[in-house]
């Protein structure tokens, strides 16, 4: 594989939880809910992305495409959506090592099941021994960061 594309995975896993922190710090400021801050978020994004688009020549032409579009297919920004607004609510609550632990649980256990039955056509991936044991440890470290400070007593 690109290790500057593994690289690359790795960076956006490291700033993701400073995503729910400067979220968190968003709301706070302005004094708002965790919707607000999420679509402030959303909302310099999109300037970002339209920003990337001009300077990377992507084509425009797509937008003539949106009436090919199947509502399903957009579902990926109420994904989005829910992941920043949830992360926004979650952090400051539960604590964002503890969130995104179990946010990591959920996206390892999820992809091996969507891996197994080719999800949208992407490859089928079998559920092996190696793959099977590391969603086992990856639960095993959810476990110990959630609840590892209790063993203690």
Do not use: Y
Not at 30 to 35: E, I
Not at 125 to 152: H, K, T
């Amino acid at each position: 594989m690109n290790a500057f594309l593994l690289f690359f995975a790795f960076f956006i896993g490291c700033i993701i939880p400073l995503q729910a922190i400067l979220n968190n710090s968003l709301r706070v400021t302005l004094g708002s809910g965790a919707v607000f801050a999420a679509m402030m978020n959303f909302l310099v994004g999109l300037v970002v992305l339209v920003v990337l688009c001009l300077v990377t020549g992507e084509k425009w032409s797509s937008v003539l495409k949106l009436s090919t579009i199947a509502p399903w297919q957009l579902a990926g920004g109420l994904l989005g959506a829910t992941f920043v607004f949830g992360a926004t609510l979650l952090a400051p609550r539960i604590g964002v090592a503890n969130m995104l632990s179990l946010v990591i649980a959920g996206q390892i256990l999820a992809s091996l099941f969507f891996d197994r039955l080719g999800v949208l056509g992407l490859v089928e991936r079998e559920l092996s021994m190696p793959r099977a044991i590391g969603a086992l440890l990856v639960i095993a470290g959810v476990l110990l960061v959630n609840f590892g400070d209790r063993l203690r007593s």
